[in-house]
């Protein structure tokens, strides 16, 4: 709605694709240099600017003729009203004050030649807008063409330059050419590996380039990428089908077994962030694109909330992985009361809000905690970020501190489970149907508390190692984090406990809970046919629906 808004918008701006004309008839002058300043042989005399939208550019006097051969101010202020909807759309920063200096230039009476903008400002404003127009099949206007305006400031022609202009400039030269040198002298001292290091002078230091230049080699890249993308296919997978089983046949999972449904969904979302990062690509994942107006070049920022689709995979990444852990240990502490003190699942029901308030509520505070402290590093090889960006202390806090403290407390409830449901089972006297399952539970529950339990410690050992890469110093042995091994190795930790939904899926029951929602679905398809007249009971009672056969027509 907002672009079709925006497209009609727009069709009043198609006039500017033709010339206007004068208010005498004239087309506009010619596109010469000398032709863009009528009036050089008398001194010009100055008025004020009349244009609403033009009063606070930083000057008030123009002069007509102007360098778009304008007469009247008039003329001049209708045509730049057309320019409106590109204003609100707010495609460069210098749009207003170029358009504002062009239709009614600077006037200085000592200053025989009207003072308009610079070439190189209407470049920037083309390339910036040029493109949004071509999106609305608009062409960038003729009489605002770039050769018509004069390329610098001399000693006999004067244009205006921004600000702007000068301060990219300038770092433009800086990024490229640091102290005289290249990139590559600008990073010497990082010894063999510089020419994988580009220097950027806003940030005052070398960073790693994206490009196959990098610290990894494509080799390594492609591996991690099929590695993360066979793990997280298989994760989102089982998460999907047992959501789905979840949504058909709620009842068939009360509590305590409702909370690793829960944890299923965390790392559904884990493996959804992963797939979203292998569809995105690493460099749009994790590079910060550097424009230059000769090249192009894409690093690894310092800081990985530099870049917005890298700031969303963390947040999904962590969050799930945080909620994960908390259902986790909501899901020990439901079956330490449904064992321990024999609470039923009505009884657990009743308290669940406490358990989602608690499981949600915690991990969102911490990713807020993560997101104002901005500790948020891209790595090279994964092109995922993680916690770290120099700063230990918040691998510490805010990841290997929570996950321990979760692994303890949860693997506790389980261990003090598992004993009380083989108390349980000593205690009934005769084997039989209660006893069986019982047991069957006992397995299924140790089962998952060790499927999920060792992956836990393995992803704890990989935040000691990121702690570990953290406390050095910025350069290659930092920035290359920590190899193709241990980064596959935490992928694979990461996503592994999701696939602890099968003890509890994978069972005859889900066969059987699919086969009912299918024989339901056509129940109900048949009894909306038969409710609509598409299906009738004959007089020898049997059944006749619209179906035709091949040669005869449909039986209604």
Same mark, same amino acid.
Request: with cysteine.
């Given at each position: 709605m907002r672009q079709t808004a925006m497209?009609?918008?727009?069709?009043?701006?198609?006039?500017? &694709?033709?010339?206007?004309?004068?208010?005498a008839g004239r087309n506009h002058p010619a596109t010469s240099a000398l032709a863009m300043f009528p009036g050089t042989e008398t001194p010009r005399r100055c008025e004020s600017i009349h244009?609403?939208?033009?009063?606070?550019?930083? *000057?008030?006097?123009?002069?007509? =003729?102007?360098?778009?051969?304008?007469?009247?101010?008039?003329?001049?202020?209708?045509?730049?009203?057309?320019?409106?909807?590109l204003l609100r759309l707010g495609c460069s920063k210098q749009l207003l004050f170029f358009l504002c200096s062009s239709h009614f230039p600077l006037c200085d009476e000592t200053v025989l030649k009207p003072i308009g903008p610079c070439a190189g400002m209407c470049q920037a404003v083309h390339q910036q807008c040029a493109p949004l127009l071509r999106k609305f099949h608009f062409e960038w206007p003729e009489s605002l063409n770039c050769h018509r305006f004069l390329p610098h400031n001399g000693p006999d022609h004067m244009c205006m330059e921004s600000l702007e202009d000068k301060v990219a400039a300038e770092?433009?030269?800086?990024?490229?050419?640091?102290?005289?040198?290249?990139?590559?002298?600008?990073?010497?001292?990082?010894?063999f590996y510089h020419n994988r290091y580009t220097f950027v002078a806003?940030?005052?230091?070398?960073?790693?380039?994206?490009?196959?230049?990098?610290? *990894?080699?494509?080799?390594?890249?492609?591996?991690?990428?099929?590695?993360?993308?066979?793990?997280?296919?298989?994760?989102?997978?089982?998460?999907?089908?047992?959501?789905?089983?979840?949504i058909v046949e709620p009842r068939r999972f009360p509590y305590p077994q409702r909370s690793f449904i829960?944890?299923?969904?965390?790392?559904?979302?884990?493996?959804?962030? @992963?797939?979203?990062?292998?569809?995105i690509g690493q460099r749009r994942a994790s590079c910060k694109i550097l424009s230059m107006t000769v090249t192009t070049t894409a690093y690894l920022p310092l800081n990985g909330l530099a870049n917005s689709a890298c700031a969303t995979i963390f947040v999904l990444r962590y969050f799930s992985m945080m909620a994960a852990a908390a259902w986790?240990?909501?899901?020990?502490?439901?079956? @330490?009361?449904?064992?321990? @003190?024999?609470?039923?699942?009505?009884?657990?029901?009743? *308290?669940?809000? @406490?358990?989602?308030?608690?499981?949600?509520?915690?991990?969102?505070?911490?990713?807020? &905690?993560?997101?104002?402290?901005?500790? &948020?590093?891209?790595?090279?090889?994964?092109?995922?970020?993680?916690?770290?960006?120099?700063? =230990?202390?918040?691998?510490?806090?805010?990841s290997l501190s929570p996950l321990m403290a979760f692994w303890v407390i949860g693997s506790g409830f389980y261990a003090v489970s598992l004993v009380c449901m083989r108390r349980i089972r000593a205690s009934l006297h005769s084997p039989g149907t209660k006893c069986h399952q019982l047991q069957v539970q006992t397995v299924k529950l140790a089962a998952f508390s060790l499927l999920t339990a060792i992956p836990m410690v393995a992803s704890v050992v990989c935040r000691f190692l990121q702690l570990d890469l953290a406390r050095r110093l910025p350069g290659p042995e930092r920035d290359s984090g920590l190899g193709l091994g241990p980064s596959a190795f935490i992928i694979a930790s990461d996503l592994i406990p999701g696939a602890a939904a099968l003890v509890w899926v994978a069972s005859s029951k889900t066969l059987q809970t699919w086969r009912g929602f299918v024989s339901r679905t056509e129940q109900w398809q048949y009894e909306e046919a038969t409710r609509t007249g598409k299906w009738r009971v004959s007089d020898n009672g049997r059944e006749e629906g619209g179906v035709c056969k091949p040669g005869q027509e449909t039986v209604v």
């Amino acid at each position: 709605m907002r672009q079709t808004a925006m497209l009609l918008q727009l069709v009043s701006f198609g006039t500017l &694709v033709w010339p206007p004309k004068t208010q005498a008839g004239r087309n506009h002058p010619a596109t010469s240099a000398l032709a863009m300043f009528p009036g050089t042989e008398t001194p010009r005399r100055c008025e004020s600017i009349h244009a609403s939208l033009c009063r606070d550019v930083g *000057y008030n006097s123009t002069s007509m =003729p102007g360098l778009l051969g304008f007469e009247l101010q008039s003329d001049a202020n209708k045509q730049l009203l057309t320019f409106r909807p590109l204003l609100r759309l707010g495609c460069s920063k210098q749009l207003l004050f170029f358009l504002c200096s062009s239709h009614f230039p600077l006037c200085d009476e000592t200053v025989l030649k009207p003072i308009g903008p610079c070439a190189g400002m209407c470049q920037a404003v083309h390339q910036q807008c040029a493109p949004l127009l071509r999106k609305f099949h608009f062409e960038w206007p003729e009489s605002l063409n770039c050769h018509r305006f004069l390329p610098h400031n001399g000693p006999d022609h004067m244009c205006m330059e921004s600000l702007e202009d000068k301060v990219a400039a300038e770092r433009e030269i800086e990024v490229w050419n640091h102290n005289g040198k290249d990139t590559k002298e600008a990073c010497r001292h990082l010894g063999f590996y510089h020419n994988r290091y580009t220097f950027v002078a806003a940030l005052n230091c070398c960073v790693p380039r994206c490009d196959n230049n990098g610290l *990894y080699p494509h080799s390594e890249r492609f591996f991690i990428d099929v590695w993360m993308g066979l793990w997280s296919s298989m994760i989102f997978f089982i998460g999907i089908v047992t959501l789905l089983t979840f949504i058909v046949e709620p009842r068939r999972f009360p509590y305590p077994q409702r909370s690793f449904i829960f944890f299923t969904a965390c790392h559904t979302i884990q493996a959804v962030a @992963y797939l979203i990062r292998l569809a995105i690509g690493q460099r749009r994942a994790s590079c910060k694109i550097l424009s230059m107006t000769v090249t192009t070049t894409a690093y690894l920022p310092l800081n990985g909330l530099a870049n917005s689709a890298c700031a969303t995979i963390f947040v999904l990444r962590y969050f799930s992985m945080m909620a994960a852990a908390a259902w986790w240990v909501a899901g020990g502490l439901t079956w @330490y009361l449904a064992t321990a @003190y024999q609470w039923g699942a009505e009884a657990l029901a009743a *308290y669940a809000a @406490y358990l989602h308030a608690a499981a949600w509520a915690l991990p969102a505070l911490q990713t807020g &905690v993560v997101l104002v402290w901005r500790c &948020v590093a891209p790595d090279a090889l994964t092109a995922l970020c993680y916690l770290g960006n120099g700063k =230990p202390e918040a691998i510490a806090v805010l990841s290997l501190s929570p996950l321990m403290a979760f692994w303890v407390i949860g693997s506790g409830f389980y261990a003090v489970s598992l004993v009380c449901m083989r108390r349980i089972r000593a205690s009934l006297h005769s084997p039989g149907t209660k006893c069986h399952q019982l047991q069957v539970q006992t397995v299924k529950l140790a089962a998952f508390s060790l499927l999920t339990a060792i992956p836990m410690v393995a992803s704890v050992v990989c935040r000691f190692l990121q702690l570990d890469l953290a406390r050095r110093l910025p350069g290659p042995e930092r920035d290359s984090g920590l190899g193709l091994g241990p980064s596959a190795f935490i992928i694979a930790s990461d996503l592994i406990p999701g696939a602890a939904a099968l003890v509890w899926v994978a069972s005859s029951k889900t066969l059987q809970t699919w086969r009912g929602f299918v024989s339901r679905t056509e129940q109900w398809q048949y009894e909306e046919a038969t409710r609509t007249g598409k299906w009738r009971v004959s007089d020898n009672g049997r059944e006749e629906g619209g179906v035709c056969k091949p040669g005869q027509e449909t039986v209604v």
